[in-house]
């Protein structure tokens, strides 16, 4: 009788982990672990001239180097980028060191595409609900595309140039020459200085410390180059008469060859408290448990895809409705249909009053 009993239990532990490990067959691309950055405050002044060569940089990790986009089912870059972050009360100051041996930039407007150049970007989300961010992007020159976007390009978000990110400081340092394709270049350095004011969502400015962990990604564009008669042109593909597609290298890997899926950015962690590195970085049970809401929306739209309508209710999309062992918490996951929009909501012990999503992909706090 206990050997059945044990079998059983044995039996139903396995069918769990199992089902909670198979339910996101299919996804796991887009639930990869991002990864995090804690950025130190500081209370020295840094010149923004692109060299970062003042005292406060030394307290500021590097990040890890970019890989593809996609991940580790892409080779590795072939040029190496790195980042470091500080912040004080009014800034979030921004480093990056990208290893490019053909420094070369062409456009000199504000607010051009710059990823038609090679490219740095910066996206951030400062409450992480996926909405209302914003994009900085650079070039070798030290031109600047900045823009905001209500919500992601997937749930018809409108990028608006008409934002600014106002008293932002740039610059650029190249370790070669800038458009010489007679000689070998080693790398271009960048430094920003982004006003906190500059990122206001409804007349207010984000505050790292009432909100110390923000969203946060950064991009590479790369395009292949070549010579021609002794001046750097985009590469083009014979067979198609146009310039081969650019690379997309990145910090925290999205899992797709798109940027604009703010819930695959990395973690920025703001603190005063510099006893606690990198290593001390803890992510909080609701951002894990916000994962089965993301894995929610994309069934979802799949499911608009084949039906042309959502799903009513969670076994439709072969979900449970009961998911332990988050944090050692009981979670409850729930769907709402009304017409052709739905919110799901998932609630845990000891999480608060949980989280909820809509079919634009908004995560908010339930009320």
């Known amino acids: ?154 749930n018809r978000g409108v990028l608006s140039t008409g934002w600014n990110a106002e008293h932002l400081k740039t610059a650029v340092h190249i370790n070669g020459t800038l458009n010489d394709a007679g000689d070998r270049d080693k790398k271009w350095t960048v430094e920003m200085a982004i006003p906190f004011a500059a990122l206001q969502h409804n007349n207010a400015a984000p505050d790292p410390e009432k909100n110390a962990l923000w969203r946060i990604n950064f991009s590479r564009v790369q395009w292949d180059t070549e010579i021609v008669e002794g001046k750097y042109r985009k590469k083009i593909n014979p067979a198609t008469g146009k310039p081969f597609p650019e690379h997309n290298w ?17 973690y920025l962690r703001f603190t005063k408290d510099h006893t606690k590195g990198q290593d001390g970085f803890v992510l909080p049970p609701h951002e894990e448990s916000k994962k089965y809401l993301w894995l929610v929306y994309y069934k979802q739209k799949e499911h608009m895809r084949s039906n042309g309508r959502y799903a009513g209710s969670l076994s439709q999309l072969q979900l449970p409705s009961n998911i332990a062992g988050i944090a050692e918490n009981e979670c409850t996951l729930q769907l709402a249909l009304i017409s052709r929009q739905f919110s799901a909501a998932v609630t845990c012990d000891n999480h608060g009053a949980g989280w909820q999503i809509d079919q634009h992909g908004k995560v908010t706090p339930l009320n």
């Open 250 to 266: 990145v910090w925290s890997p999205q899992g797709v060859i798109n940027m604009h899926y703010p819930e695959r950015w990395g």
């Open 1 to 154: 009788m206990k050997k059945s009993l044990l079998f059983v239990l044995v039996c139903s532990l396995f069918y769990f982990h199992s089902t909670a490990q198979d339910i996101f067959k299919g996804y796991e691309h887009l639930f990869a672990p991002p990864l995090h950055y804690t950025a130190y405050h500081i209370s020295d002044a840094l010149v923004i001239d692109g060299k970062m060569d003042e005292k406060g940089w030394t307290k500021a990790p590097w990040s890890a180097y970019f890989s593809d986009i996609e991940g580790d089912k892409k080779p590795r870059p072939a040029f190496k980028t790195r980042f470091k972050m500080l912040w004080d009360s009014s800034h979030l100051y921004i480093a990056a060191e990208l290893e490019e041996p053909h420094v070369w930039a062409t456009l000199t407007k504000h607010d051009q595409v710059i990823f038609q150049d090679n490219d740095f970007e910066v996206f951030i989300d400062p409450d992480g609900d996926t909405h209302d961010y914003f994009e900085i992007e650079i070039n070798a020159l030290n031109t600047i595309f900045d823009l905001f976007l209500s919500r992601p390009y997937r």
